[in-house]
Structures are given as structure tokens and as C-alpha cells.
């Protein structure tokens, strides 16, 4: 195997080529759900775990106190952006890549073995925000390689394709953390999760990274030894040449984020909590959601292929501005697993116009040199800022008697997403993967025609 997978538009794809390629995006994933698998488990079994760390207060107290070191781990995703994307960019995306599952490895270990608040006192929920703080730093850095390898080695004209599977893997990882906490809901009383079962999911997850430790140890580079000699690869001097993009990719990632957060890890806490639907059949109607969210992100990524990235992202950002108020209202509202599911499903739907196509549509503005970094810090700022903090959000909203804030907060930052879809320029022209690498200009002309004369 070569040591770089070429990415040269122009050359025909051989079959040989297609295998290998399909091996890497199936190596890359593989990786990508272990890690994100560790990282939901916290949020799911939340409902379990929050009272042996935070024994004072009431359910909502509790859960707050969760979302908040919950929150502390997207804090550090920046860092790992900024140190993985360096790392991938100076390094190669394969070296960054098995460090971040090294290192989500012994964040879940770690959670795995803690001692309880009855044990040690205030030192558990410490060590507890210390392990998130290791997950985050590995999520963070997880994020930006993987989007960045698996845009490169799909193949042109499916990019989209085949890049969508870093979310199906990402979504993969929240589906099998809901899954484990059904199949332990069924056979293990509430009082044995809430003493030692929600350990079990962290100690899967340990144990699954070492196996995608070993499946990326046989993956091909994409960087070439080119790119990552140059002395502006991976730093900050080459990455402000681009701030546009990296401005246009903090707008429409901050609402995306927020989005998806509030659809997917907050919405068993919002069922159970506001619409007063039990932990069981709350957990399952998020499954379900998961589940049919997940299969349907390789088509709105073969759909960007045909009608553009850049409107797949307006239809994502302008529908999902519309919808927040009225389906968070009427979720909120019914006690109707059916209705919940059906409702949850149109949010996710409208969300997926992004999801699907998240990776790719941030890789295709920034070049080669700094385009894991690129991607990788732009998306950890807003997810931090925006998406690690959805819950706590809401559940402080929620607490002060104020929740309907939080929906028109979801929606302000979906406007703000569009207007950021509307100024970024269509990469299929001038994109640094399949255009002519122009995104700057277009940045620059798109300026120049909004102000004023």
C-alpha cells in the first residue's frame, strides 16, 4: 500500500483504488464510533450516575450538575482541535487519529473505575470533570482528522457520499450508548444502575478503542510528505489567511451544533423532564429516533452531490429556523410515544440537510496545509460555545421557569447559520477539494457587495 492515497481530481479511479479507499472511510469510521460511543455514554446514563457524584439537591439539580462537567469536556475540545489538527496537518491525519483513540481510551477507563462521592468525597465529581476534560481533548481532535481524511479519500462526485458516514458512525456511537442503557435497563434493577451498572458502558468503550487503535494502525495516509514538510503546515499564520472560511464555518457550525445536541443527547432529559414520559420510554423513543436518524445520513450526503452543498445547508439552516419553537413546544406537550417519536424524527430530518454533509462542507474551504486545523478548531470553538452547553441551558432555563427561552435561543442560532450559508461560496466552484481553490475571493467579492456604497 502507498504511502499516500493520491487525490488528484483528474486521475481515474481503478478498482484497486475504490477498494482501498472504501477500506480507509470503513478504518476511519470505525474509529470515529468508538470514540463518540465513550463520549455519549456520559450523557446517556447521566440520569443514573448523577446522584452517586451529585447526591444533593433534586432530579433537576442533579442533572444540571452532570451537563456542567458534561459542558467542562466540550471546553477542551478546542485544544484538541487546535493540538490534533496540528498534529494531522504536520504529522498525518493516521498519527493524529490513533492518538485521539489512545487517549478517548483511558478517558473511559478512567470513568469507569472511579470512586463514588460517598467514597472520597468532593475528589469524585473532580475526578469525574478530570476524565471528561481527557474524552473532550480526544473528541476535539477526533472531529476535525476524521472529517478531513474522510473528505479526501472519497472519491470525486460521491465526496458527499461517502464523507456522510463520519456522522453515521458519530450518530452510531449515540444509537449503540442508548442501546447499552436499554439492554441494562431490562436486566438490572434502577437501584443496581444507580450503584455500580452505568459503569459497564465505559468499560465497552475501553475495551472497543483498542480494537479501532488497531484498525487504524492499517490505514493509508492522504497527506503527502509535501504538504507536511512545509513550514506553514498546521499553524496559525496559514490559517488566518483564511479567517473568512474559518468565520463562515463558527456560523453554521454554532446552530448545527445547538441543533443537534438539543434533538439528540438533551431529548430524553427534555421527555422525562417536561413532558413527564418515564426514563424507559423516553431512552427507547430516542433509540428509535437515533436509529432512523443514523440510516438516513448517507442520503442527504448523496443529495449534496446533486444540488450542492450550499443548498443543502440553506435548506437546513432557513427550515430548521422555522420549526424549533413549534415541534419543541408540541414535543414538550404530548405524552404520546408515537407522536414524540414523529415529531423528534422531523427535527432530526431537517437537521440532517447539515449532519450529513458536516464534515465535507467545512474540508472543502480550507487547503491542504491547514485544512485539518481548519476544520477541526472552527468546529471544536462553536461546538464548544454552542453544542456543549445545550443542555445545561435548558435545564437552568427550565429551572428559573423561563424553558420556552431556550427554544427562541435555538432559533436565533439557526438564523445566524443561515446567514452564514448565504455568504459562503459554493464549493463546488471554489472549493479546495473539487473547484478551483478560489474561496477567499469569493469571500472577499461576497463582502465587498454587502457593504454599503
Known amino acids: 500500500m502507498s504511502d499516500a492515497i493520491a487525490i488528484d481530481p483528474s486521475r481515474p479511479d481503478d478498482p484497486e483504488d475504490r477498494r482501498r479507499r472504501i477500506f480507509a472511510i470503513v478504518g476511519s469510521s470505525s474509529g470515529n464510533l468508538v470514540e463518540w460511543f465513550d463520549f455519549y455514554c456520559y450523557a446517556f446514563f447521566a440520569l443514573y450516575f448523577a446522584p452517586v457524584f451529585f447526591p444533593e439537591g433534586d432530579d433537576t439539580s442533579q442533572l444540571l450538575k452532570s451537563a456542567a462537567v458534561f459542558a467542562v469536556g466540550f471546553f477542551m475540545r478546542p485544544i484538541g482541535g487546535w493540538l490534533f489538527g496540528r498534529i494531522a496537518d504536520r504529522l498525518g491525519r493516521k498519527t493524529s487519529m490513533m492518538i485521539s483513540v489512545l487517549m478517548m481510551c483511558g478517558g473511559s477507563?478512567?470513568?469507569?473505575?472511579?470512586?463514588?462521592?460517598?467514597?472520597?468525597?468532593?475528589?469524585?465529581?473532580?475526578?469525574?470533570?478530570?476524565?471528561?476534560?481527557?474524552?473532550?481533548?480526544?473528541?476535539?481532535?477526533?472531529?476535525g482528522t476524521s472529517a478531513t481524511y474522510m473528505s479526501e479519500v472519497a472519491l470525486k462526485g460521491q465526496r458527499g457520499f461517502f464523507a456522510s458516514f463520519q456522522y453515521v458512525t458519530l450518530i452510531g456511537g449515540q444509537l449503540l450508548a442508548s442501546l447499552v442503557l436499554i439492554v441494562l435497563q431490562s436486566v438490572l434493577t434502577a437501584q443496581q444502575l444507580t450503584a455500580w451498572g452505568w459503569r459497564i458502558p465505559f468499560f465497552i468503550g475501553a475495551m472497543a478503542a483498542v480494537v479501532a487503535l488497531f484498525l487504524r494502525s492499517s490505514l493509508a495516509e492522504t497527506a503527502t510528505k509535501e504538504d507536511m514538510a512545509s513550514k506553514e503546515s498546521g499553524t496559525f499564520s496559514a490559517l488566518f489567511k483564511h479567517w473568512r472560511a474559518f468565520c463562515v464555518v463558527l456560523a453554521y457550525t454554532a446552530g448545527g451544533s445547538l441543533s443537534f445536541y438539543t434533538f439528540t443527547t438533551y431529548m430524553p432529559k427534555y421527555l422525562f423532564n417536561t413532558a413527564h414520559i418515564d426514563k424507559i420510554t423516553a431512552s427507547q423513543i430516542s433509540?428509535?429516533?437515533?436509529?432512523?436518524?443514523m440510516v438516513i445520513q448517507p442520503f442527504f450526503?448523496?443529495?449534496?452531490?446533486?444540488?450542492?452543498?450550499?443548498?443543502?445547508?440553506?435548506?437546513?439552516?432557513?427550515?430548521?429556523?422555522?420549526?424549533?419553537?413549534?415541534?419543541?413546544?408540541?414535543?414538550?406537550?404530548?405524552?404520546?410515544?408515537?407522536?414524540?417519536?414523529?415529531?423528534?424524527?422531523i427535527g432530526l430530518t431537517v437537521i440532517s440537510f447539515y449532519t450529513g454533509i458536516s464534515g465535507i462542507v467545512k474540508a472543502e474551504l480550507f487547503p491542504t496545509q491547514v485544512r485539518a486545523l481548519g476544520v477541526g478548531l472552527?468546529?471544536?470553538?462553536?461546538?464548544?460555545?454552542?453544542?456543549?452547553?445545550?443542555?445545561?441551558?435548558?435545564?437552568?432555563?427550565?429551572?428559573?421557569?423561563?424553558?420556552?427561552?431556550?427554544?427562541?435561543?435555538?432559533?436565533?442560532?439557526?438564523?445566524?447559520a443561515f446567514i452564514g450559508s448565504l455568504i459562503m461560496p459554493n464549493p463546488k466552484r471554489h472549493g479546495y477539494l473539487d473547484g478551483d481553490g478560489t474561496v477567499e475571493e469569493a469571500l472577499m467579492r461576497k463582502s465587498r457587495r454587502a457593504m454599503p456604497a
Open 378 to 416: 472552527s468546529y471544536a470553538v462553536a461546538n464548544s460555545i454552542f453544542g456543549g452547553t445545550a443542555e445545561m441551558v435548558a435545564l437552568y432555563l427550565k429551572q428559573i421557569g423561563s424553558e420556552s427561552s431556550f427554544f427562541w435561543y435555538v432559533t436565533a442560532m439557526l438564523a445566524i
Open 109 to 143: 477507563l478512567m470513568i469507569a473505575v472511579l470512586p463514588t462521592y460517598a467514597s472520597v468525597g468532593h475528589w469524585a465529581p473532580a475526578l469525574l470533570l478530570l476524565a471528561r476534560m481527557i474524552q473532550g481533548l480526544s473528541v476535539g481532535g477526533e472531529y
Open 301 to 345: 450526503g448523496w443529495l449534496s452531490d446533486r444540488i450542492g452543498r450550499k443548498t443543502n445547508m440553506l435548506l437546513y439552516s432557513g427550515l430548521g429556523t422555522l420549526m424549533v419553537v413549534p415541534l419543541m413546544t408540541a414535543i414538550g406537550a404530548t405524552t404520546n410515544p408515537y407522536l414524540s417519536f414523529g415529531l423528534i424524527m
Open 287 to 293: 433509540t428509535a429516533a437515533l436509529l432512523v436518524y
